[in-house]
Protein backbone atom coordinates (compact mmCIF):
# COMPACT_ATOMS: atom_id res chain seq x y z
CA UNK A 1 0.00 0.00 0.00
CA UNK A 2 1.45 2.94 -1.04
CA UNK A 3 -1.41 5.50 -0.78
CA UNK A 4 -1.61 8.35 1.95
CA UNK A 5 -4.16 7.45 4.93
CA UNK A 6 -6.23 9.92 6.83
CA UNK A 7 -8.20 9.72 9.55
CA UNK A 8 -10.54 12.20 11.38
CA UNK A 9 -10.83 10.52 14.66
CA UNK A 10 -8.53 8.88 16.78
CA UNK A 11 -10.71 6.45 19.08
CA UNK A 12 -10.72 2.65 19.32
CA UNK A 13 -11.80 1.94 15.46
CA UNK A 14 -9.29 4.30 13.83
CA UNK A 15 -7.18 2.59 16.33
CA UNK A 16 -7.69 -1.06 15.42
CA UNK A 17 -7.42 -0.26 11.77
CA UNK A 18 -4.34 1.74 12.39
CA UNK A 19 -2.57 -1.01 14.17
CA UNK A 20 -3.83 -3.32 11.47
CA UNK A 21 -2.43 -1.46 9.09
CA UNK A 22 0.84 -1.40 10.91
CA UNK A 23 1.11 -4.65 11.25
CA UNK A 24 0.34 -5.38 7.51
CA UNK A 25 3.37 -3.40 7.12
CA UNK A 26 2.27 -0.02 6.40
CA UNK A 27 4.82 2.97 7.08
CA UNK A 28 3.34 4.87 10.29
CA UNK A 29 4.69 8.09 8.71
CA UNK A 30 1.72 7.66 5.57
CA UNK A 31 -0.99 7.92 8.61
CA UNK A 32 -1.76 11.13 9.71
CA UNK A 33 -4.65 11.86 12.13
CA UNK A 34 -6.17 14.44 13.41
CA UNK A 35 -7.79 14.24 16.80
CA UNK A 36 -8.49 17.30 19.38
CA UNK A 37 -7.50 15.49 22.43
CA UNK A 38 -4.05 15.98 23.17
CA UNK A 39 -3.46 12.55 25.28
CA UNK A 40 -5.24 10.45 22.87
CA UNK A 41 -2.83 12.14 20.18
CA UNK A 42 -0.23 11.03 22.80
CA UNK A 43 -1.35 7.44 22.69
CA UNK A 44 -1.55 7.26 18.82
CA UNK A 45 1.80 8.54 18.42
CA UNK A 46 3.59 6.31 21.12
CA UNK A 47 1.46 2.91 19.88
CA UNK A 48 2.03 3.79 16.75
CA UNK A 49 3.84 6.38 15.57
CA UNK A 50 1.67 8.14 12.85
CA UNK A 51 1.32 12.00 12.58
CA UNK A 52 -1.37 13.66 14.47
CA UNK A 53 -2.69 17.19 14.08
CA UNK A 54 -5.05 18.96 17.04
CA UNK A 55 -7.21 20.07 13.58
CA UNK A 56 -7.61 19.95 10.27
CA UNK A 57 -4.81 21.87 7.97
CA UNK A 58 -3.50 21.44 4.58
CA UNK A 59 -1.79 18.55 5.61
CA UNK A 60 -5.09 16.40 4.39
CA UNK A 61 -4.70 17.34 0.86
CA UNK A 62 -2.21 14.91 0.11
CA UNK A 63 -4.53 11.98 1.56
CA UNK A 64 -5.53 9.21 -1.03
CA UNK A 65 -7.99 8.26 1.24
CA UNK A 66 -9.64 9.74 3.98
CA UNK A 67 -11.49 7.71 7.02
CA UNK A 68 -13.89 9.28 8.92
CA UNK A 69 -13.94 8.07 12.76
CA UNK A 70 -15.56 10.51 14.60
CA UNK A 71 -18.85 9.85 16.40
CA UNK A 72 -22.00 10.54 14.68
CA UNK A 73 -23.02 13.29 16.90
CA UNK A 74 -19.57 15.17 16.33
CA UNK A 75 -19.43 14.70 12.35
CA UNK A 76 -21.07 17.75 11.26
CA UNK A 77 -18.70 19.54 13.83
CA UNK A 78 -15.56 17.74 12.28
CA UNK A 79 -16.56 18.12 8.92
CA UNK A 80 -16.85 21.88 8.11
CA UNK A 81 -12.76 22.75 8.56
CA UNK A 82 -12.05 19.57 6.17
CA UNK A 83 -13.88 21.40 3.00
CA UNK A 84 -11.78 22.47 0.48
CA UNK A 85 -8.62 19.91 2.07
CA UNK A 86 -10.67 16.78 0.66
CA UNK A 87 -11.82 16.97 -2.75
CA UNK A 88 -9.72 14.19 -4.12
CA UNK A 89 -9.75 11.58 -1.71
CA UNK A 90 -11.48 8.48 -1.74
CA UNK A 91 -13.63 8.79 1.09
CA UNK A 92 -14.30 6.18 4.05
CA UNK A 93 -16.72 6.43 6.70
CA UNK A 94 -17.04 4.01 10.02
CA UNK A 95 -19.49 5.93 11.64
CA UNK A 96 -23.12 4.63 11.78
CA UNK A 97 -26.17 6.02 10.65
CA UNK A 98 -24.50 9.11 8.88
CA UNK A 99 -25.49 8.70 4.80
CA UNK A 100 -22.98 8.82 1.89
CA UNK A 101 -24.97 11.83 0.56
CA UNK A 102 -24.47 13.78 3.89
CA UNK A 103 -20.70 12.48 4.10
CA UNK A 104 -20.31 14.57 0.76
CA UNK A 105 -22.13 17.75 0.66
CA UNK A 106 -20.89 18.52 4.48
CA UNK A 107 -17.16 17.68 3.64
CA UNK A 108 -17.23 19.31 0.45
CA UNK A 109 -15.31 16.06 -0.88
CA UNK A 110 -16.33 13.66 -4.31
CA UNK A 111 -18.54 11.51 -4.70
CA UNK A 112 -16.31 8.87 -4.32
CA UNK A 113 -17.57 7.49 -0.92
CA UNK A 114 -17.68 4.18 0.59
CA UNK A 115 -19.27 3.66 3.98
CA UNK A 116 -18.46 1.02 6.39
CA UNK A 117 -20.12 -0.78 9.65
CA UNK A 118 -17.76 -2.35 11.50
CA UNK A 119 -17.55 -3.77 14.98
CA UNK A 120 -16.06 -3.86 18.15
CA UNK A 121 -14.17 -7.55 17.36
CA UNK A 122 -12.35 -5.14 14.65
CA UNK A 123 -10.18 -4.39 17.94
CA UNK A 124 -8.22 -8.23 17.46
CA UNK A 125 -8.91 -8.55 14.09
CA UNK A 126 -11.57 -10.74 14.41
CA UNK A 127 -14.48 -8.67 12.95
CA UNK A 128 -16.81 -7.96 10.28
CA UNK A 129 -17.81 -4.91 8.16
CA UNK A 130 -20.52 -4.15 6.15
CA UNK A 131 -19.72 -2.44 3.28
CA UNK A 132 -21.77 0.48 0.91
CA UNK A 133 -20.23 2.19 -2.29
CA UNK A 134 -21.58 5.39 -3.83
CA UNK A 135 -21.51 4.61 -8.03
CA UNK A 136 -18.55 6.69 -8.09
CA UNK A 137 -16.43 4.34 -6.24
CA UNK A 138 -14.09 2.06 -8.60
CA UNK A 139 -12.99 -1.54 -8.47
CA UNK A 140 -9.04 -0.03 -7.22
CA UNK A 141 -11.14 2.07 -4.97
CA UNK A 142 -13.22 -1.04 -3.38
CA UNK A 143 -9.66 -3.29 -3.44
CA UNK A 144 -7.95 -0.25 -1.38
CA UNK A 145 -10.71 -0.32 1.11
CA UNK A 146 -10.76 -4.19 1.72
CA UNK A 147 -6.58 -4.09 2.00
CA UNK A 148 -7.18 -1.25 4.35
CA UNK A 149 -9.88 -3.11 6.92
CA UNK A 150 -8.68 -6.87 6.00
CA UNK A 151 -6.46 -6.33 8.82
CA UNK A 152 -9.97 -5.89 11.07
CA UNK A 153 -11.38 -8.91 9.99
CA UNK A 154 -14.21 -9.81 7.07
CA UNK A 155 -15.94 -7.83 4.90
CA UNK A 156 -19.31 -8.03 3.20
CA UNK A 157 -20.63 -5.46 0.22
CA UNK A 158 -24.45 -4.62 0.44
CA UNK A 159 -25.69 -2.72 -2.68
CA UNK A 160 -28.24 -0.89 -1.29
CA UNK A 161 -27.26 1.97 1.10
CA UNK A 162 -30.50 1.58 3.64
CA UNK A 163 -29.41 -2.43 4.24
CA UNK A 164 -26.24 -0.92 6.36
CA UNK A 165 -28.76 -0.14 8.94
CA UNK A 166 -29.79 -3.63 9.12
CA UNK A 167 -25.97 -4.34 8.93
CA UNK A 168 -25.72 -2.01 12.37
CA UNK A 169 -28.35 -3.58 13.75
CA UNK A 170 -26.88 -6.86 13.55
CA UNK A 171 -23.16 -6.75 13.55
CA UNK A 172 -22.79 -3.42 14.54
CA UNK A 173 -24.36 -3.38 17.83
CA UNK A 174 -24.26 -7.34 18.02
CA UNK A 175 -21.19 -7.83 20.49
CA UNK A 176 -23.50 -6.00 22.82
CA UNK A 177 -26.16 -8.76 23.02
CA UNK A 178 -23.93 -11.09 23.16
CA UNK A 179 -22.53 -9.63 25.80
CA UNK A 180 -25.67 -9.54 27.53
CA UNK A 181 -26.76 -12.93 27.35
CA UNK A 182 -23.31 -13.92 28.65
CA UNK A 183 -24.00 -10.89 31.61
CA UNK A 184 -27.21 -13.33 32.01
CA UNK A 185 -25.54 -16.68 32.30
CA UNK A 186 -22.92 -15.64 34.61
CA UNK A 187 -25.49 -14.68 36.79
CA UNK A 188 -27.40 -17.65 36.90
CA UNK A 189 -24.37 -19.64 37.49
CA UNK A 190 -23.76 -17.08 40.95
CA UNK A 191 -27.68 -18.51 41.55
CA UNK A 192 -26.46 -22.35 41.16
CA UNK A 193 -23.61 -22.07 43.79
CA UNK A 194 -21.00 -21.20 41.01
CA UNK A 195 -18.42 -18.45 41.36
CA UNK A 196 -18.70 -15.14 38.54
CA UNK A 197 -15.49 -16.32 37.33
CA UNK A 198 -16.22 -19.85 37.41
CA UNK A 199 -19.83 -18.86 35.31
CA UNK A 200 -17.53 -16.38 32.95
CA UNK A 201 -15.33 -18.89 31.63
CA UNK A 202 -18.18 -21.57 31.10
CA UNK A 203 -20.65 -18.97 29.30
CA UNK A 204 -17.46 -17.49 27.41
CA UNK A 205 -16.01 -20.67 26.70
CA UNK A 206 -19.60 -22.24 25.29
CA UNK A 207 -20.47 -19.52 23.44
CA UNK A 208 -17.28 -19.33 21.55
CA UNK A 209 -17.33 -23.13 20.71
CA UNK A 210 -21.00 -22.82 19.42
CA UNK A 211 -19.86 -19.90 17.38
CA UNK A 212 -17.06 -21.99 15.95
CA UNK A 213 -19.21 -24.92 15.43
CA UNK A 214 -21.72 -23.01 13.48
CA UNK A 215 -19.10 -21.58 11.26
CA UNK A 216 -17.88 -24.89 9.94
CA UNK A 217 -21.10 -26.57 9.68
CA UNK A 218 -23.26 -26.77 7.08
CA UNK A 219 -26.13 -27.13 8.35
CA UNK A 220 -28.33 -24.29 10.15
CA UNK A 221 -28.37 -23.22 13.84
CA UNK A 222 -32.13 -24.55 13.90
CA UNK A 223 -30.62 -27.80 13.07
CA UNK A 224 -27.69 -27.80 15.38
CA UNK A 225 -29.82 -26.32 18.50
CA UNK A 226 -31.89 -29.63 17.38
CA UNK A 227 -29.02 -31.70 17.99
CA UNK A 228 -28.22 -30.82 21.57
CA UNK A 229 -32.38 -30.58 22.37
CA UNK A 230 -33.16 -33.47 23.66
CA UNK A 231 -36.98 -34.09 24.24
CA UNK A 232 -37.75 -34.47 27.69
CA UNK A 233 -34.05 -33.36 28.64
CA UNK A 234 -32.23 -29.82 30.21
CA UNK A 235 -31.81 -28.41 26.74
CA UNK A 236 -35.40 -28.84 25.86
CA UNK A 237 -36.67 -27.43 29.44
CA UNK A 238 -34.29 -24.17 28.93
CA UNK A 239 -35.52 -23.66 25.56
CA UNK A 240 -39.47 -24.54 26.81
CA UNK A 241 -39.00 -21.32 29.05
CA UNK A 242 -37.14 -19.45 26.59
CA UNK A 243 -40.20 -19.59 23.89
CA UNK A 244 -42.99 -19.31 27.14
CA UNK A 245 -40.93 -16.24 28.11
CA UNK A 246 -41.04 -14.70 24.20
CA UNK A 247 -37.19 -14.23 23.69
CA UNK A 248 -37.02 -15.10 20.37
CA UNK A 249 -39.79 -12.15 19.62
CA UNK A 250 -37.91 -9.55 22.27
CA UNK A 251 -34.62 -10.90 20.50
CA UNK A 252 -35.86 -9.43 17.02
CA UNK A 253 -37.83 -6.36 18.39
CA UNK A 254 -34.49 -5.36 19.77
CA UNK A 255 -32.78 -5.70 16.25
CA UNK A 256 -35.53 -3.63 14.65
CA UNK A 257 -35.31 -0.83 17.08
CA UNK A 258 -31.65 -0.85 16.75
CA UNK A 259 -32.12 -0.42 13.02
CA UNK A 260 -34.42 2.33 13.34
CA UNK A 261 -32.34 4.21 15.49
CA UNK A 262 -29.92 3.97 12.74
CA UNK A 263 -32.31 5.41 10.40
CA UNK A 264 -33.25 8.59 12.95
CA UNK A 265 -29.29 8.88 13.80
CA UNK A 266 -28.97 9.44 9.80
CA UNK A 267 -31.60 12.34 9.72
CA UNK A 268 -30.61 13.81 13.14
CA UNK A 269 -27.39 14.02 12.30
CA UNK A 270 -26.28 14.65 8.93
CA UNK A 271 -28.73 17.28 8.10
Not at 9 to 17: P, T, V
Not at 91 to 100: D, E, P, T, Y
Not at 194 to 202: K, N, T
Request: proline share 4%; with cysteine.
Amino acid sequence: MSSSIAFIGGGNMASAIIGGLIRAGRAPQSILVVEPFEATREQLRQNFGVRTFAAADAALNTADLLVWAVKPQYFAEAAAPCAGLVSQALQLSVMAGIRSEAIVRLSGGAERVVRSMPNTPALIGQGIAGLYARPAVSAADRALVEEVLAPTGRTLWVEQEDDLDAVTALSGSGPAYFFYIVEAMMAAAVEMGLSAEQGRVLALATCSGAAQLALQSSESPAVLRSRVTSKGGTTHAAISSLEQDGVAAAMQRAVLAAQLRAREMGREFGA
